[in-house]
C-alpha cells in the first residue's frame, strides 16, 4: 500500500475513534463510571474555571472522590458550593466527595466541582483535557475533559479563588 493511501486510511479512522470519544466521553474505573467530564471556557487571562460530570457507583460500597489534578491549573481541589447569610460560598469538601452505594453525584455548576485554579493557559471550547481522578478505593482513572460554554453562576463568579 502506498502512503499517501494508507495516510488518508489512518485519517479516517482517527476522525471516527474521535467521533465515537465525543458521544461515549464516559469513563469507567472498578464500579464508577465518570459520565461527561466537562470543564468550562474561560476568557484570556482568567485564573480559574470548574470541572463538573456525574460519577455514578454501582458497586455495593460508598467510595470517595479524594483529589484530581490536571497539568492546566497550578492548583485543583474539589469544592462544595453552599448559602451563608445569603452570599453563595464555596470550599475545600473535607475528606472527599462521597459517591452513594449504588448511586451517583453530580457535580455541577451551583453545587460541587472541581476547581481549576492558578490557570497556566486558556480553556476554549471544542478542546479535551486530560485529567486524573483519584478515588479512595477505586484508585486512578485518567479521563478527559470537554471544553464546553457551561453557563456561569449569574450570582457568583470565581475571581475570589484566583489566588
Ligand atoms: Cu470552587
Known amino acids: ?4 493511501i494508507s495516510g488518508i486510511i489512518i485519517a479516517v479512522l482517527l476522525t471516527l475513534a474521535s467521533g465515537i470519544a465525543a458521544i461515549a466521553h464516559e469513563f469507567k474505573i472498578g464500579d464508577l463510571e465518570i459520565i461527561h467530564p466537562r470543564a468550562r471556557a474561560t ?3 482568567a485564573p480559574v474555571s470548574g470541572g463538573y460530570m456525574i460519577i455514578r457507583n454501582n458497586g455495593g460500597e460508598p467510595d470517595r472522590l479524594v ?3 490536571v497539568d492546566f491549573a497550578g492548583k485543583t481541589e474539589i469544592h462544595e458550593m ?17 459517591i452513594p452505594a449504588s448511586g451517583e453525584v453530580e457535580l455541577k455548576p451551583g453545587g460541587y466541582h472541581v476547581m481549576f485554579m ?4 486558556q480553556l476554549k ?6 485529567a486524573k481522578l483519584v478515588f479512595e478505593k477505586a484508585g486512578e482513572v485518567e479521563v478527559e475533559f470537554s471544553v464546553e460554554n457551561v453557563e456561569a ?4 463568579d470565581h475571581s475570589s479563588h484566583g489566588g
Open 1 to 4: 500500500m502506498n502512503n499517501k
Open 82 to 98: 453552599s448559602m451563608k447569610d445569603n452570599v453563595m460560598v464555596m470550599r475545600p469538601v473535607e475528606g472527599g466527595l462521597e
Open 125 to 130: 471550547e471544542g478542546e479535551m483535557r486530560k
Open 153 to 156: 453562576m449569574k450570582k457568583m
Open 118 to 121: 492558578k490557570l497556566g493557559e
Open 43 to 45: 476568557a484570556p487571562g
Open 67 to 69: 483529589s484530581a489534578s
